[in-house]
């Protein structure tokens, strides 16, 4: 080790102690805290309220207005009608500082709800041409009740916050009805940052992986990127009882399904990256006595890694294509261009948050979670700005969250307790990025 000369020692200490000191915050904790508790009651109130009047993808309509008559009563500078029915507003501190972007996601899911609640959703709608019943059986209700709580906490705050804060409500996460689009990707698209550009974007999830009172997150890719394919296998018609005088799609199809299961589980170097290929369904045919002419199968597959995303194409498409030249069929492999990538946690911005995460969620309350094959359209944020996405838990205490019906199910059931968590998180991300805590 290099000796420092006898002068240099108190400088160095002196730079040593500076570097160790927070910078002083202009908002001290406890008004933070103070201000997430003056918002509680009522973003139970939203989320009930949203939860009892969900509304599918891009007919967000009167949740999307709900939104907007708040921030405006908060005197944020509003926008509607981003993206079909997306809100965003601005709020500018009394102090310079940086720019960041909150995000939340607004829709419901055509999914009956079997939850029995006193404010039980009872709502339908028409999707894809079926009446179906309506759900926020993902817990949209509770991001969008949690963003709105967390505007108007910064607002009482306003004075000595430094920067600015660009409040995202984002319809139609689940995914626009055929033959529209919808989402972050058309928010973006629209010129969202063109409002403001963020330095930083943050989201959460309210999930039943985890207990109440627990948040998850993971450094780097965290959700899958999600592709949707399609196979069509053309034969040639004949009738059941001479196959040989026609060529029967429905034993290639077969053997294509079986072919493709090598691909992850043979073919992928799973150590490095985990993937899923999987087929959601398999039509040809109309009569017991008659080999079709063709069969269609479509179905998703789920990667962490652009590379390994692109040799799974490939895989498939020459699986498909050699089986069905084997048999005199002809497959021919589509995948649709409505992707999600990966959601990518900044690793920087996930280490420099981590100790607000712990300290709103108390010590050991913050745990490192696998890989998530589901994926989030708040990818897209993330591909233009440093993200961070995380979990907040909503099974109760004392239930397993590996035994709780999970997002998407009509039993998905949300602990309240979550959304004071929740509150907390977001505004405390927010606040500390903004101010320059923790370093
Ligand atoms: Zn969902
Ligand atoms: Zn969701």
């Known amino acids: 080790m290099q000796r420092l000369p006898a002068f240099a020692a108190p400088a160095a200490l002196l730079a040593v102690l500076l570097a160790a000191t927070p910078a002083r915050a202009a908002v001290p904790e406890p008004a933070v805290d103070a201000a997430a ?4 009651a009522q973003v139970v109130a939203w989320r009930r309220d949203f939860h009892q009047h969900p509304e599918l993808s891009n007919r967000e309509f009167r949740t999307s207005q709900k939104v907007a008559e708040h921030l405006k009563s908060l005197g944020l500078e509003v926008r509607t009608g981003i993206a079909h029915t997306g809100v965003v507003a601005i709020l500018r501190g009394g102090r310079p500082g940086p720019t960041i972007a909150l995000r939340a996601d607004m829709d419901a899911l055509p999914v009956t709800e079997q939850v029995d609640l006193p404010f039980k959703s009872v709502a339908t709608a028409e999707y894809r041409g079926e009446k179906v019943g309506v759900m926020h059986a993902c817990g949209h209700d509770a991001h969008t009740a949690i963003l709105m709580g967390v505007a108007e906490a910064l607002v009482s ?3 000595d916050l430094p920067g600015t804060v660009l409040f995202v409500f984002q319809p139609a996460e689940e995914g626009a009805p055929d033959g529209e689009r919808g989402g972050a990707s058309l928010m973006l698209e629209e010129g969202l940052f063109e409002i403001a550009k963020p330095e930083a974007v943050f989201g959460l999830h309210v999930g039943s992986a985890l207990n109440a009172g627990t948040i998850g997150y993971r450094s780097g890719p965290f ?48 150590t490095r990256y985990p993937a899923v290929l999987s087929v959601g369904a398999i039509k040809g045919g109309i009569r017991n006595n008659i080999i079709p002419d063709k069969v269609e199968m479509v179905g998703t597959f789920r990667t962490f890694d652009p590379a390994v995303r692109q040799q799974i194409i490939e895989r498939m498409t020459r699986t498909a294509e050699d089986i069905a030249h084997a048999s005199g069929a002809t497959a021919k492999v589509e995948i649709a261009d409505d992707n999600n990538p990966v959601v990518v946690n900044d690793p920087a911005l996930t280490q420099r948050m981590l100790p607000t995460l712990e300290r709103v969620a108390g010590a050991g309350r913050v745990v490192e ?14 591909q233009n700005v440093p993200a961070l996405f995380f979990f907040v838990g909503v099974t109760p205490a004392g239930v397993d969250p590996a ?9 998905f059931y949300l602990d309240e307790s979550g959304l004071d968590l929740g509150v907390r998180a977001l505004l405390g991300v927010a606040v500390d990025y903004l101010q320059g805590t923790p370093r």
Do not use: C
């Open 403 to 411: 035994q709780a019906p999970s997002n998407h199910s009509p039993l």
């Open 157 to 159: 705050l306003r004075k």
């Open 369 to 382: 979670m696998p890989y998530v094959t589901g994926a989030e359209d708040f990818a897209f944020y993330g």
């Open 223 to 270: 959700m899958a990127a999600s592709d949707r394919y399609s196979i069509n296998v053309q034969g040639r018609q004949s009738h059941g009882a001479w196959p040989w005088k026609g060529v029967d799609p429905i034993v290639v199809s077969s053997q294509i399904v079986l072919g493709m299961q090598t691909i992850v589980s043979r073919q992928l170097d799973i």
């Open 37 to 40: 508790r003056s918002v509680n």
